[in-house]
């Protein structure tokens, strides 16, 4: 791939991920099995960490998204939260995991999980690839976590800067010129 050296910078390789999707997976697999759960993928970022997580966790469950807004082009959260695009099926009595590739200051997967747990889910669970737990600005409960990651900003296996390098395989440090 055409990239510049220069702007990026190898953080988590495509092993490593992967070493750390089996073992989310098996997490999963262990407490969800049997409850059906459905899996809620926030776009953009998440779709590629949920393509191969629920690939691996090898149970009966369904996939749903919703998008929400919040950053802009940039690189820092603007710190406002709409749902742009709503699941369009009934959480009632549903185990629900929320799966996103990252959590920074936690608005957004927090404003999610309150939001959902309003649609009276049996469950509401967080599944995140990783976490920048010095970028926290709320308190959020990450019950399925990957790796804790530096107050960097990043890019690859589908998160984005401006929408470039989201097809990176893998997770690499963006260094602002
Ligand atoms: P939060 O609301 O601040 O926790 O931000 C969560 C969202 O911000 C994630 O879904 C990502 O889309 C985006 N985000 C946060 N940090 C990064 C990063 O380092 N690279 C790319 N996107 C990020």
Do not use: W
Request: glycine share 6%; with cysteine; aromatic share 6%.
């Amino acid at each position: 791939m055409n990239n510049s050296p220069s702007e990026l910078k190898m953080l988590i390789d495509r092993k490593q991920i992967a070493a750390t999707v089996k073992k989310l997976a098996e997490e999963i697999r262990r407490d969800y099995d049997g409850l059906n759960p459905l899996a809620v993928g926030i776009l953009k970022g998440s779709f590629v960490f949920l393509a191969d997580l629920v690939r691996a966790i090898e149970i009966p469950m369904q996939v749903d998204f919703v998008k929400l807004s919040s950053y802009g082009s940039g690189t820092r959260s603007a710190g406002r939260i709409t749902v742009l695009l709503d699941l369009n099926c009934s959480l009632e009595g549903r185990h629900v995991l929320v799966v996103e590739d990252i959590v920074d200051t936690g608005l957004t997967t927090s404003f999610l999980c309150n939001y959902l747990k309003q649609k009276s889910p049996a469950s509401v669970r967080l599944c995140s690839l990783t976490s920048k737990p010095s970028r926290r600005v709320v308190d959020i409960k990450i019950d399925y976590l990957g790796l804790e990651v530096p107050d960097k900003f990043l890019v690859g296996y589908g998160l984005d800067c401006a929408e470039k390098y989201r097809n990176l395989p893998d997770i690499c440090e963006f260094q602002e010129e």
